[in-house]
C-alpha cells in the first residue's frame, strides 16, 4: 500500500462575535487565513487548546466588529483529514479566544500574521462560575451534579440561540462505571470554580474498602473531543483499552502489503525511562501513612510495599518495572512516611475517612504511569485520543544479527495516550501522541 501523507480537510473554520442574546453579529473565514493550526488534548486536563496562526491582508485584525479582535471572539472548527474519507471522525468544536499574540504588521505587504489562542468554551463557563455547596452523597455522584449544574446549563443558558450554520454543542457528561461500593459523604466544596471543585472530589474519591476494584483510585476528569466531558479511573480506562488497542507499528520502509500505512509511526522520539532515585528516595516502592486520630489520641500505621503487590493494579505491562531482588535490598523499608488526621467524632468517619488504605498504592500507581514516556509522530488521526490504549509493534534497534526482527522489546506492548496534539497547515496534518508505560512488556 502507498504511503501518502494525511492532508487536512477542514469542513469549517470561522470566528465570531456574539451579543448578549447569543446572535452572530460578525463573522469571518478562516480557512484561506491561517498557516497552521494546532489543537491539544490532555487525559489530565478538562480543557482543550487551539492556536491558529493567522495572516491576513483584510484589516480584520483591527476592523472585526468594529474594533478588530480582542479575545471576545468565538472560533467554530470542524476538520478532519483525507484518511477520513466517510467523515466518520469529524472534529467539530466551538472555542474562546482568549488572546491573542505574536502580532506583528507588514506595512509593505499590507498584511498581519498573529496566533489566536483558543481554548474550548466551557472554560469561559467554568471561570465564571463559582461552586459553594455543601453535599451529602458520593464525589462520583457529586461530580456529575457539579457538572451538569455550573457546567452544562449555564453553557446552554449563555449560548441559548441556535445559528443554521454556527451550532453551539451542549457539552456531554460520559458516566464512569457503577460501583456498589461507593460510600456517601457529608462535605463542602468552599467556593472553588467547577474544574477544581471536581479535582477537590476526585482527590479523595475512593470506594468502600479503599480501593476493592481499582486499588489505585486514581481518577482524572479530562476533556475529549467534540464537547464530551469524561469522569474516569485510570485503571479502568487501561483495562477496557487492552482489550480492543489501536495497533500500530513502528518501520523503515514499508515491508509488507498487508501492513495499513495509516497505523506507521514515523517516529518515536524523546523516550525517557523511570527517575529511579526519586522513586526510591520518595518512597514510591515503599511507603508508610501514619493516621493520626487526634480524638482519641491514638495514631496508626499502614504501609505499602509494591513487592508482592504487583498484581493489585491493572497494568499495561506483565511485570514490574523493577527486579525484586533490587527492591529487596536497596527499598526494604518504608522511605517516606504520609501524615494523615482523622476526625473520629463524625458519624461513620471511620468508613469515610479510610485513606490510610489508599494513600500508599496511589502514590506508587500514579508515579508509575511515567516510568516510561515517549512520542509518537504519524500521519493525521482523528480516530484517536487521550485515554485510549495502542499497542505497538517496535523492532529492536539492533544490529544484531539471528534475532527476530519483530522480537518483543521493553518499548513495544500496551501504552497509555497521555496527549494527543493535531498540527496541520494547508497541505498537510500530522498527529503527535505523548504515550505513557507503567511497567515493560514481558521481556527480561
Known amino acids: 500500500m502507498a504511503d501518502i501523507p494525511s492532508v487536512p480537510n477542514v469542513l469549517q473554520l470561522a470566528i465570531v462575535a456574539i451579543d448578549a442574546k447569543g446572535q452572530v453579529i460578525d463573522q469571518d473565514d478562516l480557512s484561506d487565513q491561517y498557516i497552521t493550526c494546532v489543537l491539544k488534548q490532555s487525559l489530565f486536563s478538562p480543557e482543550i487548546g487551539l492556536s491558529i496562526v493567522v495572516s491576513e491582508a483584510k484589516g480584520a485584525l483591527t476592523r472585526f466588529n468594529k474594533v478588530g479582535y480582542q479575545g471576545q471572539e468565538f472560533v467554530f472548527l470542524r476538520f478532519t483529514n483525507s484518511i477520513d474519507e466517510d467523515q466518520k471522525n469529524v472534529i467539530g468544536m466551538q472555542f474562546w479566544v482568549e488572546s491573542i499574540s505574536a502580532i506583528e504588521q507588514e506595512q509593505s505587504k499590507q498584511s498581519s500574521t498573529f496566533i ?35 457546567i452544562k446549563e449555564p453553557t446552554k443558558k449563555t449560548f ?41 472530589c476526585s482527590r479523595r474519591n475512593y470506594d468502600l474498602f479503599g480501593g476493592q476494584s481499582y486499588k489505585g483510585m486514581a481518577w482524572t476528569f479530562y476533556a475529549d473531543w467534540n464537547h464530551k466531558y469524561r469522569y474516569e479511573t485510570i485503571e479502568h480506562l487501561i483495562e477496557e483499552g487492552k482489550k480492543d488497542p489501536i495497533e500500530l507499528y513502528m518501520a523503515a520502509v514499508m515491508d509488507s502489503s498487508d501492513k495499513n500505512p495509516e497505523d506507521r509511526i514515523k517516529e518515536l522520539k524523546k523516550i525517557e525511562t523511570m527517575d529511579n532515585r526519586h522513586n526510591v ?10 493516621a493520626v486520630d487526634y480524638y482519641s489520641k491514638s495514631w496508626k500505621n499502614t504501609d505499602f510495599s509494591i513487592v508482592e503487590n504487583e498484581k493489585m493494579f491493572k497494568q499495561l505491562g506483565k511485570r514490574l518495572a523493577v527486579d525484586k531482588d533490587w527492591l529487596n535490598t536497596f527499598s526494604n523499608a518504608p522511605q517516606h512516611t504520609h501524615l494523615f488526621f482523622k476526625d473520629t467524632t463524625k458519624p461513620f468517619a471511620p468508613t469515610s475517612q479510610n485513606y490510610e488504605n489508599i494513600l500508599g498504592k496511589r502514590k506508587y500507581f500514579y508515579t508509575s504511569l511515567y516510568n516510561t514516556r515517549a512520542e509518537a509522530i504519524l500521519d493525521g488521526r482523528n480516530d484517536i485520543s487521550a485515554g485510549q490504549v495502542i499497542k505497538l509493534d517496535a523492532p529492536e534497534a539492533s544490529a544484531m544479527e539471528g534475532d527476530p526482527s519483530r522480537s518483543e ?33 514481558n521481556v527480561g
Open 409 to 441: 522489546t521493553k518499548f513495544s506492548g500496551f501504552w497509555l495516550v497521555d496527549s494527543v496534539v493535531h498540527s496541520w497547515s494547508q497541505q498537510e496534518h500530522s498527529t503527535r501522541l505523548t504515550l505513557l508505560k507503567d511497567t515493560p512488556t
Open 281 to 290: 528516595f520518595e518512597g514510591i516502592y515503599y511507603n508508610r501513612v501514619q
Open 160 to 200: 441559548k440561540s441556535i445559528n443554521n450554520q454556527l451550532r453551539w454543542q451542549v457539552p456531554i457528561y460520559i458516566e464512569p462505571p457503577k460501583s456498589d461500593n461507593d460510600i456517601s459523604n457529608k462535605f463542602i466544596i468552599p467556593g472553588l470554580n467547577p474544574y477544581k471543585a471536581i479535582e477537590f
Open 116 to 150: 489566536l489562542k483558543c481554548t474550548a468554551k466551557e472554560a469561559l463557563i467554568n471561570g465564571t462560575q463559582g461552586v459553594n455547596q455543601s453535599f451529602n452523597d458520593t464525589y462520583t455522584s457529586t461530580v456529575k451534579k457539579v457538572f451538569d449544574n455550573y
